[in-house]
């Protein structure tokens, strides 16, 4: 099952389908009042999810953390509630780029490092940028691909984390799972 913290209120979910469908019981989670009708819909703070532990396999915190006055809070929670082996997917703007001064309720402005500080409970994080570009490639394919790595985590539009949640007693391995 999946949990999209902080879902919005559109006419579509992350999950790639419009409202009302969502034949897989997927969940939705945001502290407003949706305008429209939202299956699975609950009331809740990112702070407080109103859940047991290790329910979810799939947690998903996107364009939410920037808005926070305490990301790393929501961070822990969405770690609580989240399977052994599960993967939490969180997306925000790069500081560099002007996506991140759009909005005048962001509270955080994240480079890549100060992103991949607040999973630092997670066994293995990964983050990556995205230009929303295409650029294609022309010579040593390897080396351009690690340069445009870097270039995009440092400066692209967005940042985004990929973790994986592996308990100390886990006997998963992070390339595994």
Not at 36 to 43: G, K, L, M
Not at 73 to 84: D, K, P
Not at 135 to 162: C, D, E, R, T, Y
Request: glycine residues 6%.
């Amino acid at each position: 099952m999946k949990l999209d913290v902080g879902c919005g209120f559109s006419q579509e979910s992350i999950f790639g389908q419009k409202y009302p469908a969502n034949p897989r019981g997927d969940v939705n989670v945001d502290i407003g009042k949706p305008e429209v009708s939202i299956p699975n819909f609950i009331r809740a703070s990112a702070f407080h999810l109103p859940f047991k532990e290790e329910v979810f396999e799939e947690v998903y915190m996107l364009h939410l953390l920037e808005h926070l006055e305490e990301p790393a809070i929501a961070v822990r929670e969405a770690y609580r509630v989240l399977r052994n082996g599960g993967r939490l997917t969180a997306k925000t703007p790069n500081k560099r780029s002007r996506d991140s001064y759009l909005d005048p309720d962001h509270k955080w402005h994240f480079t890549p490092k100060t992103f991949k500080q607040i999973f630092s409970q997670f066994a293995e994080v990964k983050i990556k940028g995205a230009s929303g570009c295409w650029i294609p490639l022309k010579g040593n394919v390897k080396l351009w691909g690690k340069i445009l790595q870097w270039i995009h985590a440092s400066f692209g539009m967005s940042l985004q984390a990929n973790c994986l949640k592996i308990s100390k007693t886990s006997k998963i391995l992070p390339n595994a799972a």
